[in-house]
């Protein structure tokens, strides 16, 4: 049986992973307007392979989100998604060689001790 802190950060890999796939799939795709036929666009959109792997993603990450809420609090389990924020900054760095303001690895860094001070007390 996987313990709760686990499946959150499982969760959280899952759907920082599928943000770099949105990232990925849009820069495949081009630019989404919705000027011209908004449902085709969409559909073009979201059945691109990589975004659509992206979505994938996010359920996998519902479904452990699921199960790591139905061990633990949800106030314990809810400041783990901030580490979404910090994964995918970091990931868009490694990947896209996207700059990161030195503030920004800053509140990185902050997250990640706000999320360690707030799992001490177990929930």
Known sequence: ????????ILSVASASAGQVLFKKGVLMT???????SV???????IFQPVVFSGLALYVISTVLWLMALSKTTLNFAYPFTAL???????????????PIPTWRYAG????CLGIFVSSLAKG
């Open 1 to 8: 049986m996987m313990r709760p802190v686990l499946l959150l």
């Open 30 to 36: 081009g630019e989404i307007t919705l000027k011209d």
């Open 39 to 45: 449902v085709g666009e969409l559909l073009r959109v």
């Open 84 to 98: 979404t924020f910090a994964l995918v900054m970091l990931s868009a760095r490694v990947i896209f060689q996207e």
């Open 108 to 111: 990185i860094l902050l997250i």
